[in-house]
């Protein structure tokens, strides 16, 4: 099992294309998770991409969009350990897990709150 891993699930009321726009650009990559190297294995289009992970973390990394109802689900998953040769304390590694999950919920909120404006409630999505 990964020392770190991270499970994430956010509704976003717009459509799945939408987000998958929001992770397309590399750029938008190093913005969200700034001290990872990210490395596409599979792109899935509107149903979000996978990654390979180096840098401060080793593993993997994954957002999948979900249609549901007149929105998206994005799930996000991080599993991926310290680099080879970094020992962690316990304390040190349960800090790293707690920023990470934090992080993982800022990048969809942020990701809501700018997707989502002007929208008004209990309207749906425009395409």
């Known amino acids: 099992m ?3 891993d ?3 699930e956010t509704f976003l009321a717009v459509p799945p294309g939408s987000v998958a726009k929001a992770f ?7 913005r969200f998770w700034p001290d990872l190297r990210l ?3 599979a792109d899935r289009g509107d149903e979000g991409l996978r990654w390979t992970v180096r840098g401060a973390l080793v593993g993997t990394m994954e957002v999948w969009l979900e249609p549901v109802l007149d929105g998206t ?3 996000y998953f991080l ?3 310290p680099p080879p040769g970094a020992v962690l304390r316990p304390t040190r590694l349960q800090r790293e897990k707690t920023r990470r999950q934090l992080a993982a919920k800022a990048v969809a909120l942020d990701l809501k709150t700018v997707l989502e404006a002007g929208r008004r409630p209990g309207v749906p999505p425009a395409n």
Do not use: F, K, M, T
Not at 24 to 30: E, I, K, L, N, T
């Open 79 to 81: 599993r991926a350990d």
């Open 24 to 30: 397309a650009d590399p750029g938008s990559w190093r």
């Open 6 to 8: 991270v499970i994430d």
């Open 39 to 41: 490395e596409v294995y």
């Open 2 to 4: 990964p020392a770190v």
């Open 73 to 75: 689900v994005l799930h």
